[in-house]
């Protein structure tokens, strides 16, 4: 049983450029969710998706935006990027009515310069 | 605005000693309460959760109490070991929620 995998494991941005991120999800796992986690601070929920279509989202501009595919791997963009972007980005992947909660990736360090 | 309260910011035990570390919230309708533990460069990873059904739950080394009256749950390592040494989280979920609400962090530091 493979965990959750994110990609790329660290980058870094210009202002205003654009950025995806990328994420398998556990396997077995439909449902896929993403956090923006800032230095010295705990996750904040960023969107969730479920069968491909968004399922939730927190508060965030449309200028983050995400997928999911068949395979249930799910990709974050966000457009013009701000230097308050710059954070560790979680993926976390689960599968609902199992009660067995979230499992995260290791996430990817977005730097914004 | 942060639904979970946690404290302390940090905390430094000593070797066998016990860590504590309070969380607090005001949405009734969370009915999950789970820990994570965060090692640097790494996501979080489950460490313990409850249901507001039970009072107490205990893993090993690592108890959570919930108190739900108060709206407060506490995680007690107990035999802290350096290898504990890390970023604690609470959370919470409702029932038909879609998302964890995190606390802001303990970041917890054994001496051996």
């Known amino acids: 049983e493979t965990g959750v995998t994110q990609s790329p494991t660290h980058l870094i941005k210009t202002r205003g450029q654009q950025v995806t991120l990328r994420c398998s ?14 230095l010295g601070q705990g996750p904040q929920f960023i969107f969730q998706y479920y069968r491909e279509e968004e399922n939730g989202r927190g508060n965030f501009p449309p200028r983050f935006s ?18 308050d972007d710059s954070a ?26 | 605005q942060q639904q979970v309260k946690q404290s302390p910011q940090s905390l430094i035990v000593q070797k066998g000693g ?12 969370f009915d999950y309460f789970p820990w994570y533990q965060q090692f640097p460069g790494k996501g ?4 313990i959760a409850i249901r507001p059904d039970v009072s107490e739950k205990k893993e090993g080394r690592f108890t959570i109490s919930f108190n739900k009256s108060a ?19 609470c ?15 303990t970041t917890v530091t054994v001496r051996a």
């Open chain 1, 66 to 83: 995400g997928l999911q595919f068949p395979n249930y791997s799910s990709e974050l963009n966000v457009n013009a990027l701000e230097l």
């Open chain 2, 44 to 47: 979080p990873a489950l460490l």
């Open chain 2, 18 to 29: 016990i860590s504590i570390i309070n969380c607090a919230y005001e949405n009734t309708a």
């Open chain 2, 91 to 105: 959370a919470a979920e409702g029932f038909d929620d879609y998302k964890l609400s995190f606390g802001a962090g």
């Open chain 1, 25 to 38: 999800s556990q396997s077995g796992h439909n449902t896929v969710s993403w956090y923006q986690q800032a």
């Open chain 2, 71 to 89: 709206k407060q749950f506490s995680l007690h390592i107990m035999d802290s070991q350096p290898g504990d040494s890390a970023t604690y989280f």
């Open chain 1, 88 to 113: 560790l980005y979680l993926c976390a992947s689960s599968q609902p009515g199992t009660g067995l909660g979230y499992t995260f990736g290791s996430g990817t360090r977005l730097t914004v310069v």
